[in-house]
T-cell receptor, first 114, second 112 residues
Framework: AQSVTQLGSHVSVSEGALVLLRCNYS??????LFWYVQYPNQGLQLLLK??????LVKGINGFEAEFKKSETSFHLTKPSAHMSDAAEYFC????????????FGTGTRLTIIP | DAGVIQSPRHEVTEMGQEVTLRCKPI?????LFWYRQTMMRGLELLIY????????DSGMPEDRFSAKMPNASFSTLKIQPSEPRDSAVYFC??????????FGSGTQLSVL
């Protein structure tokens, strides 16, 4: 079974500051890990995914995440926040056997302070 | 492709009524998922299908909920009878094999 824990349901950062959203995973098999973003009144969109290749994964909109097995973490970062980054972010995990279901965390709402 | 299409976008109904949510996955996708999103519980997987066959329905809350996928281009999620605690946003998502999951825009359900 797999699960993810997102630390902090709300995060606020100033425009131009570093964005750090935390995610820790638990998995009994090698995991695939994902970050999704949800803008108001929309469905989720994939930001990036880790599938056991490079541990540092680059996604869209300048986001990246690093898989750290020793810490069971997959934190999402962006060097400089933009107002358009305000949204809800979900970490998710699945098994690495290709066709398994995705289990989501509870989400972190990111607010950008002008 | 138009993406995953869900209808209706908003549904308001009274307790005890039957509610049917609809989903058209992306053409060619062989997996379809139904999720429910609430403030309290976040995003929960209700059920998913592979090639129109239900694979895991362990997330379906109770017998009031049922889901069908009669063909590769259509799925329904039915709640009968509906209750106020069923109020949530229901998302349908589809993907091809182990690739990227695409979400619909969701159905906002309010049960009064």
């Amino acid at each position: 079974a797999q699960s993810v824990t997102q630390l902090g349901s709300h995060v606020s950062v100033s425009e131009g500051a570093l964005v750090l959203l935390r995610c820790n995973y638990s998995s009994s098999v090698p995991p695939y890990l994902f970050w999704y973003v949800q803008y108001p009144n929309q469905g989720l969109q994939l930001l990036l995914k880790y599938t056991s290749a490079a541990t540092l994964v680059k996604g869209i909109n300048g986001f990246e995440a690093e898989f750290k097995k020793s810490e069971t973490s997959f934190h999402l970062t962006k060097p400089s926040a933009h107002m358009s980054d305000a949204a809800e972010y979900f970490c998710a995990v699945s098994g690495s056997f290709g066709n398994e279901k995705l289990t989501f965390g509870t989400g972190t709402r990111l607010t950008i302070i002008p | 492709d138009a993406g995953v299409i869900q209808s209706p976008r908003h549904e308001v109904t009274e307790m005890g009524q039957e509610v049917t949510l609809r989903c058209k996955p992306i053409s060619g996708h062989d997996y379809l998922f139904w999720y429910r999103q609430t403030m309290m519980r976040g995003l929960e997987l209700l059920i998913y299908f592979n090639n129109n066959v239900p694979i895991d329905d362990s997330g379906m809350p109770e017998d009031r909920f049922s889901a069908k996928m009669p063909n590769a281009s259509f799925s329904t999620l039915k709640i009968q009878p509906s209750e106020p605690r069923d109020s949530a946003v229901y998302f349908c998502a589809s993907r091809y094999r182990g690739e990227k999951l695409f979400f619909g825009s969701g159905t906002q359900l309010s049960v009064l």
